[in-house]
């Protein structure tokens, strides 16, 4: 059984310049979390989605944007990267609703470099 | 301001003995308390998780302990082993918030063989 795959693994970009981040979660999970974790902290919570639709944002700014598709899957988007969004981007499942103690699965995450 | 205080921020153990990490919470409204362990290069996984109905819950070689009125919990490793090393977060969520996960700092565990 397949976990939560992220793609890229690593990536790099310049100042200024736009990513797209992905996630397919475990199959039948409905809901997809997007967290940010700088190298020695805990991650901090970007972005919740259940059944396609917004159900949480963190206290991010707009410059970060995200979407749920039908199949459940899911893309962060990050605009005129500076350099303070160098971080792993971690994206999770679970089964339930935003409301569920179900457990968060989380994919290995994609380290993002912003030179 | 850390909504979820966590301590100690690096820990060193020997093989066989017992780790402990500690967190506090100031929002009485959290009612979920899982710990996650992240090695590197991988993202967290769920450990054990509890709630504050309970004092204490036991899985295998971890166990974490729950004092409600001090608003404190700890996670003990007993018999750690080398396997062990990695960094280990304590974190809280409420269902009036959607449940989204507030984390500690994390703590880095190494055991030594």
């Known amino acids: 059984d397949a976990g939560v795959t992220q793609s890229p693994t690593h990536l790099i970009k310049t100042r200024g310049q736009h990513v797209t981040l992905r996630c397919s979660p475990i199959s039948g999970h409905k809901s997809v979390s997007w967290y940010q974790q700088v190298l020695g902290q805990g991650p901090q919570f970007i972005f919740q989605y259940y059944e396609k639709e917004e159900r949480g944002r963190g206290n991010f700014p707009d410059r970060f944007s995200a979407r749920q598709f039908p199949n459940y899957s899911s893309e962060l988007n990050v605009n005129a990267l500076l350099l303070g969004d160098s971080a792993l981007y971690l994206c999770?499942?679970?089964?339930?609703?935003?409301?569920?103690?179900?457990?968060?699965?989380f994919g290995n995450g994609t380290r993002l470099t912003v030179t | 301001q850390q909504q979820v205080k966590q301590s100690p921020q690096s820990l060193i153990v020997q093989k066989g003995g017992i780790s402990i990490i500690n967190c506090a919470y100031e929002?009485?409204?959290?009612?979920?308390f899982p710990w996650y362990q992240q090695f590197p290069g991988k993202g967290p996984a769920l450990l054990i998780a509890i709630r504050p109905d309970v004092s204490e819950k036991k899985e295998g070689r971890f166990t974490i302990s729950f004092n409600k009125s001090a608003k404190q919990f700890s996670l003990h490793i007993m018999d750690s082993q080398p396997g062990d090393s990695a960094t280990y977060f304590c974190?809280?969520?409420?269902?009036?918030?959607?449940?989204?996960?507030?984390w500690g700092l994390g703590t880095s565990l190494a055991v030594n063989p």
């Open positions: 929002n009485t409204a959290f009612d979920y």
């Open positions: 999770a499942s679970k089964t339930a609703g935003t409301g569920s103690n179900s457990p968060l699965h």
């Open positions: 974190a809280a969520s409420e269902a009036g918030n959607n449940r989204k996960l507030i």
